[in-house]
């Protein structure tokens, strides 16, 4: 009898260790969702053609996973083209905005109306100009992940706390040095926030850009699909998208970590809640 009760008492205490980690808690809800997806068909009686089940996608995210994992890599290479431009660009635009504000009262007014036009709207006028390569990819997930950036980056640099820019000017840092030791420290997770919300954009962006004159990706795959009537291959294909934009977020998520563990988002919970 001891021994039965030491035994339930160790299952419960792995069960509640593994509820309490970071990693498991989405499994779980996933695994919710699937069961009440799951249920929701079969009990409405749902025809495929209007919703599959998960089990279907599940077999044709196996039946095509060759083609699909073919179909992500031009994909992956808009997204991540996307992506590094958006870095590149507006994170020294966001700077110098942040430090006039004249630059601020010209460029802010354009920025806002450029993420105003739609997409897919301007994407086909990428196809005609740089045709039908991976630059209008780029491109369209460019303009989708620049914005995030340029405005998180910009109100990073705003908050930087102005009493240690007096101080270091006190002890006569340069500009160059203050700006390394103070600023752009403590302008990071500013400027880590915008890079994940343009990361997850700059997926979307590939996508727009495949849908208006592709003939790979999984934009195209998402089209072919949808011709065919074929919703289990275009859940599929949805699936690995979202795959696709996790893993991006969560490898960007691990090098701010890395560059910033002194972040007060990184430090345990001090009330030792979960």
């Known amino acids: 009898m001891t021994d039965t009760l030491l035994v339930q008492s160790t299952r419960a205490n792995v069960l509640s260790k593994l509820m309490s980690m970071d990693a498991i808690r989405p499994l779980i809800l ?22 599959p089940a998960p089990t279907l996608v599940i077999e044709q995210v196996i039946a095509q ?38 630059v601020e009262s010209y460029l802010y007014p354009l920025l806002v109306f450029s993420q105003s036009v739609p997409k897919i709207a301007v994407a086909p006028l990428f196809v005609v100009w ?10 369209s997930a460019f303009l989708l992940g620049v914005f995030p950036v340029v405005v ?23 500009g160059l040095r203050t700006f390394i030791r103070i600023r752009l420290p403590h302008a990071l997770p500013g400027i880590f926030s ?29 089209q072919v699909a949808n011709g065919n009537f074929d919703l289990p291959l275009m859940f599929a294909a ?16 691990a090098i701010e970590h890395f560059l910033i563990p002194w972040h007060a988002s990184r430090r345990p919970d001090i009330n030792g809640g979960p």
């Open 194 to 222: 915008g890079l994940k919300v343009a990361i997850t954009l700059a997926v979307v962006g590939a996508v727009v850009g495949e849908f208006v004159g592709s003939n790979s990706g999984i934009g195209y795959v998402l």
């Open 65 to 102: 996973w060759p083609m699909l994992l073919r179909e992500t890599m031009p994909t992956l290479y808009a997204t991540l083209g996307g992506f590094a431009l958006s870095a590149l660009v507006g994170i020294p635009l966001a700077m110098l905005i942040a430090s006039s504000k004249t």
């Open 152 to 174: 998180s980056t910009v109100l990073a640099f705003k908050s930087v706390d102005k009493e240690m820019i007096d101080l270091a000017r006190s002890m006569r840092a340069g």
């Open 30 to 51: 996933v695994a919710v969702i699937l069961v009440g997806w799951d249920l929701a068909v079969r009990l409405l009686r749902i025809p495929p053609y209007l919703i």
């Open 238 to 253: 949805l699936f690995v998208l979202s795959m696709m934009g996790v893993i991006l977020f969560m490898a960007l998520d």
């Open 130 to 139: 740089f045709g039908f390569g991976v630059l209008p990819k780029i491109i």
